[in-house]
């Protein structure tokens, strides 16, 4: 699937709530609350990390500044999914595909215990609303 910014990240609970295998080309990246990003709970980040990691990146990669969000905010998915109980392969489509061409597999390690302390088969129930939750909505509601 092609998803375009916080999309991707709404396709990933969904594949969180099946216990599924996935296969996403992200785009749009951003590091903005007000634009609906946040990170999950289970990457160990928040916002403001994000954005200094991305700050930082930008620094070393000069020009390639929407690349270094892109960079970032995957790396931070791909920790998420990993603490998750995902295995996942970031892999590179030919540029004629797509300008947007990095594509996230992932599949879930049947055997390795979710964080909460349950199997995996997808996150727990707080794990699967915080990707459900629109920018401003508060917990619980």
């Known amino acids: 699937v092609h998803a375009c910014g916080p999309l991707s990240d709404r396709l990933l609970a969904m594949a969180f709530d099946f216990g599924a295998s996935f296969a996403i080309v992200p785009c749009c990246h ?41 960079d970032v905010v995957d790396e931070v998915r791909c920790r998420t999914l990993e603490n998750a109980g995902y295995d996942v392969e970031v892999v590179l489509l030919p540029a004629a595909f797509t300008a947007r061409n990095r594509l996230l597999l992932g599949e879930p390690q049947r055997a390795h215990p979710h964080p909460g302390g349950r199997r995996h088969g997808g996150p727990g129930r707080e794990d699967r609303e915080f990707f459900r939750r629109r920018p401003g909505e508060a917990e619980g509601g």
Request: charged residues 40%.
């Open 30 to 70: 951003t590091v903005r609350e007000r634009k609906g990003y946040r990170p999950h709970p289970l990457s160990g980040m928040d916002v403001g990390d994000v954005a200094a990691l991305v700050e930082e990146r930008k620094k070393r990669q000069g020009d390639a500044k929407h690349e270094a969000v892109a």
